[in-house]
Structures are given as structure tokens and as C-alpha cells.
């Protein structure tokens, strides 16, 4: 008996096995969660693209202005880069902003006049907001971005972008038929 405990305490022959096993999960971890922060970077730049996008574009539109069809299209287009992401999961509100000779910055018209009605305050930051006889472009994308790989460990995460832009070749971009709240 003695023989056979000093063989056994000897032996190496597994060790490895063991130790092995023992790193398995760490590793397996390490790798799902490096997977997961890079599909969540791409995501939020994603997310930037889109809303930077979308303000460039309407910028663009001239003397003529825009239409809802318009501004439709061009946000369901710009939804198209979210891929491989789910853009349903994506929400778009373009809104146009003019800040007075006072400073005070007023809705002109918005994609969402249920939540930003004309006329009312809308904040910006302040190296925007102390431009004066101005409209800007803003335009908010959010995104809940939910992680393949979580297994109920890693809550979903909101998403949000801004980006604002002025008028290109107009002193403002008219929405011919957007609501106003």
C-alpha cells in the first residue's frame, strides 16, 4: 500500500489534464467577452455613422427643402448601414432647431412632433448654443443593442448618438409637410 501511494504522489501523467480543465472556463470566458466587446464597439459606431449620415443628408436639401416621404427615405436608408444589427431595434428623430438673436434655441419642425412640437425649447450644448440667428440639424439615433452571447450575465445596452449639423446651402431646411405637434 505504501508502494502504491508513493507512485500515485509521483505521478504527472494527468497534470496537465487538470490544469487544463481548471483554465478552460476562464479562457472560454475571456474569449465571449472579447467577442462581445467588439460586436459592441462596432454597434455604437455604427450608431455614430447613422446618425451623422442622416444629418449630412438633410443638410444637403436645397431651396426646395424636404418632404416626409423624404425624410422618411433617407432615414430608412441610412438604417440599411446598421447591418448586420437589427435597425428595427434602432429609433431616428430628426429635428431642426433655430436659436434666436436672444440665444434661446426653438424647435422649427421635427420627424417626431409628438415629442418635439414647434416651438418648443430644445437644448443644445452650449459651444452650438451661443451661435445666434442659426438652425441646426439634429438628429438622435438610439440603439439597443442586446449581446449574443450574454446568458442573462450582461444586461442589454442603450445606445444614443447625436450628431448636429447647419443648414449647406440654405439658411434653413424647410420640411414641407412635417408635423408640427
Same mark, same amino acid.
Given at each position: ?54 444629418? /449630412? ?28 444589427? /437589427? ?15 436672444? *440665444?434661446?434655441?426653438?424647435? /422649427?419642425?421635427?420627424? /417626431? ?13 452650449? *459651444? ?54
Amino acid at each position: 500500500m505504501a508502494g502504491a501511494l508513493r507512485r500515485f504522489s509521483h505521478a504527472s501523467g494527468g497534470a496537465a489534464a487538470v490544469e487544463f480543465a481548471m483554465v478552460l472556463p476562464f479562457l472560454v470566458f475571456l474569449y465571449v467577452g472579447a467577442s462581445e466587446l467588439s460586436l459592441a464597439v462596432t454597434a455604437n459606431r455604427k450608431i455614430d455613422n447613422t446618425s451623422a449620415t442622416i444629418s /449630412d443628408l438633410v443638410t444637403q436639401a436645397g431651396d426646395e427643402g424636404l418632404t416626409v416621404s423624404e425624410l422618411n427615405f433617407i432615414m430608412a436608408l441610412s438604417k440599411a448601414s446598421m447591418e448586420p444589427f /437589427d435597425a428595427g431595434k434602432a429609433t431616428i428623430r430628426v429635428t431642426q432647431v433655430f436659436i434666436d438673436a436672444q *440665444g434661446v434655441s426653438r424647435v /422649427d419642425w421635427s420627424s /417626431d412632433a409628438s415629442t418635439y412640437p414647434r416651438n418648443r425649447l430644445f437644448p443644445l450644448p452650449a *459651444g452650438i448654443a451661443n451661435q445666434r440667428e442659426r438652425h441646426v440639424i439634429v438628429t438622435e439615433t438610439s440603439f439597443r443593442y442586446e449581446p449574443v452571447m450574454s446568458f442573462g450575465i450582461i444586461d442589454p445596452i442603450e445606445m444614443k448618438r447625436v450628431a448636429y449639423h447647419q443648414p449647406r446651402t440654405v439658411a434653413q431646411v424647410r420640411c414641407t409637410d412635417c408635423p408640427v405637434g
